[in-house]
């Protein structure tokens, strides 16, 4: 029931996390029992054992889809691939290192229900549920970065979100669909949904201290970039004026 007619699409993008993977698949197995969906994880061009790892648990796991960027083409890329082939209405998306925690889904997803009108209702407000790490589990230069990185996106984007980096999230995947796609837009997705008319909410959620491997899409990576992707963004912000288009009767 689950694989064939899932209303929550989760989308793990990974490169090079391997050990992390069957531990996840069962945590987000276990959490969404209740709530028809499908696990999509996105392979962006590892290089170790991750894709015999997946292909062993899709042989006992009927809602896990795998799908494989033979290069690595960056996390954003992974999630929009992974978005794009999902079957669910609604989206969440996790971290593939196994710090976020999928048992957070089902609370966010009651609310998410509760609070969002399906898109195409007159008036509706397309709504994204961001997860808080409030008590994050990371180094001190991650925690640290990440501080002032928010910071200054929200002053300069006035997306009023206090941690946009944290890779649990839900949203329509309608909604994403209208979103622009570029290099590192998943860092910027609140500011993405305002800028589409939508809303967004924070909820704080638990977040774990990595157990096996390393990070593979890294806080200097995150920097290099992340001027540009601001200036980027608030160009976007200007460029665009939200049409509501009347369809006139004959």
């Known amino acids: 029931m689950s694989a064939a007619s899932p209303s929550l699409s989760v989308v793990i993008p990974v490169r090079n996390e391997a050990p992390n993977i069957a531990p996840l698949v069962a945590e987000i197995s276990a959490a969404l029992a209740a709530i028809p969906h499908e696990i999509i994880y996105v392979d962006d061009g590892s290089t170790d054992a991750t894709a015999a790892t997946l292909a062993g648990l899709m042989a006992t796991t009927p809602t896990l889809r795998t799908l494989r960027h033979p290069r690595s083409c960056g996390q954003s890329a992974a999630i929009v691939s992974g978005v794009r082939a999902a079957r669910g209405e609604w989206i969440a998306t996790l971290d593939g290192d196994g710090q976020n925690d999928p048992a957070d889904i089902p609370a966010l997803w009651t609310f998410a229900q509760a609070e969002a009108a399906p898109l195409g209702t007159p008036g509706a407000v397309p709504l994204l549920v961001a997860g808080w790490r409030t008590r994050r589990k990371d180094t001190q230069v991650k925690r640290l970065s990440s501080r002032w990185a928010n910071r200054i996106r929200a002053k300069l984007l006035g997306d009023a979100t206090p941690d946009t980096g944290c890779g649990l999230k839900l949203f329509p995947r309608e909604l994403f669909l209208r979103l622009p796609a570029f290099d590192h837009m998943h860092r910027f997705l609140p500011a993405l949904v ?57």
């Open 194 to 250: 305002i800028r589409q008319g939508g809303r967004v909410v924070s909820q704080p959620v638990n977040h774990r201290p990595r157990l096996q491997g390393t990070s593979n899409y890294g806080t200097l990576d995150r920097l290099a970039v992340g001027i540009t992707d601001i200036l980027g963004v608030m160009w976007l912000q200007k460029r665009w004026k939200r049409p509501e288009a009347t369809e006139i009767a004959p």
